[in-house]
């Protein structure tokens, strides 16, 4: 196994190379073919009269029709658009699946989805997820009569208990945002699929570059595509995909009559993203995998969270389940939450914002910025503390990254 030894300041740790996160390494393979249906599926210069390697852009609003309601294949853009309709194809090539639906982000997307429950539902939901998810499911849908439990389900027994009659979907992010839990997707699907509901993974952290989940028995992934799937932080965007035919369409009728549409230019933009979605998923792997093996070894560290580490309770479980893991990562410094500021303030190259996936690195305390929706008595059972740093590492050289996070952790 070849490895990259660094000295920074005395403190020693090993960078692992790509190789770690393959086949010999005790991962799943990654997929073949990958890249190839990246670059060329849904974007065949043959469908262009023009014979335009790279898809048009197409804006308007409306279409010509032949006659009253007799129109080729478009009449108006909420409905359908063919710059949202070359992604979607893209999206249904990158994850082997039948459907995709895209909405204006990833919160359009769950609102879709809830969209598809009535009044009196009940939804599981794993404890640990991004905020935005949880105050949406648990401050807007109970206005809507939805019913939701929150269980640890690195815990299979707690879904177990908490499935009633009633309990039509189980949602759940794995890994978890910001603890990087890891929940075990074939098990958790056979509760799902004794108790007649449906499973539902938000896979914004891996992609299906590195975790297939309607592969290991989901019934839909979402997406946030603002993140790693588009890559470069200049679009909001969400997703959905199935290969349940019955779910396809009601999502894609709620999409039309809801008209949570993402624009045709931001559709362009993550249909350009995915071609490299290979190469930027292998680069954030490697470098956050050096970073978290460098920041185990620092003395202001207490705990280092990231599912790549042996010393993550959950490693073999990750292994069995994903290729490999992405640039988010989270630790506890030793200090509070001054100390958390001062380290964030102190940083030249992380910058010190929300959300995750892009190129370049970020990082934020959870327990104020993107989970202060959590409630208080919650983020306290979690232990999301104000000590608790979330980093989404880039593509940065890492030596520079690291050198970044020494100096730092020095003038804490």
């Given amino acids: 196994m070849e490895r990259k030894k660094y000295d920074k300041k005395k403190l020693l740790y090993t960078c692992f190379t790509n190789e770690d996160m393959s086949e010999n390494s005790g991962y799943l393979p990654e997929p073949k073919g990958f890249a190839t249906k990246a670059i060329h599926s849904a974007t065949d210069p043959d469908?262009?009269?023009?014979?335009?390697?790279?898809?048009?852009?197409?804006?308007?609003?409306?279409?010509?029709?032949?006659?009253?309601?007799?129109?080729?294949?478009?009449?108006?853009?909420?409905?359908?658009?063919?710059?949202?309709?070359?992604?979607?194809?893209?999206?249904?090539?990158?994850?082997d699946a039948k459907y995709a639906v895209c909405f204006a982000s990833g919160l359009g997307a769950l609102t879709t989805l809830i969209g598809c429950f009535s009044t009196g539902d009940h939804i599981v939901l794993g404890d640990d997820m991004y905020g935005g998810n949880f105050r949406l499911l648990d401050k807007v849908g109970k206005n809507f009569g939805i019913q939701v439990t929150a269980v640890d389900a690195s815990n299979i027994d707690n879904v177990k208990r908490a499935m009633r009659p009633s309990t039509k979907l189980i949602f759940i992010e794995t890994p978890t945002n910001p603890l990087l839990k890891i929940f075990d997707l074939r098990a958790i699907a056979e509760v799902a699929k004794n108790n007649h509901a449906l499973l539902c993974v938000d896979n914004t952290f891996l992609t299906p570059y590195f975790q297939r989940p309607l592969e290991l028995g989901a019934d839909l992934t979402t997406y946030s595509l603002t993140k790693y799937?588009?890559?470069?932080?200049?679009?909001?965007?969400?997703?959905?995909?199935?290969?349940?035919?019955?779910?396809?369409?009601k999502l894609r009728f709620l999409q039309n009559a809801m008209g949570i549409i993402p624009g045709p230019f931001d559709c362009a933009l993550v249909t350009r993203s995915l071609k490299t979605l290979a190469l930027r998923m292998k680069k954030h792997n490697s470098n956050a995998l050096a970073i978290a093996q460098f920041l185990q070894t620092h003395p202001r560290i207490l705990k280092v969270l990231h599912p790549g580490l042996e010393s993550h309770p959950q490693h073999a479980l990750m292994k069995q389940q994903t290729s490999g893991h992405s640039g988010i990562m989270s630790m506890y410094i030793d200090g509070e939450r001054k100390e958390a500021e001062n380290f964030l303030k102190a940083l030249k190259i992380f910058t010190l914002a929300?959300?995750?996936?892009?190129?370049?690195s970020l990082a934020e305390i959870p327990s104020i910025m993107t989970h202060s929706s959590i409630p208080a008595e919650t983020r306290r059972e979690l232990n999301i503390t104000d000590n608790l740093i979330r980093l989404s590492v880039g593509l940065e050289d890492p030596e520079d990254l690291i050198s970044d996070l020494q100096n730092a952790l020095d003038v804490m």
């Fill in 354 to 360: 929300e959300s995750l996936g892009g190129y370049e």
């Fill in 229 to 249: 799937m588009n890559g470069h932080s200049d679009v909001i965007m969400g997703a959905i995909i199935t290969n349940n035919k019955e779910l396809h369409d």
């Fill in 47 to 95: 469908k262009w009269d023009s014979m335009c390697v790279v898809p048009p852009i197409v804006l308007s609003t409306t279409f010509k029709q032949y006659g009253p309601a007799q129109f080729k294949q478009y009449d108006y853009g909420r409905s359908g658009n063919p710059s949202r309709d070359v992604l979607e194809g893209s999206l249904r090539a990158v994850e």
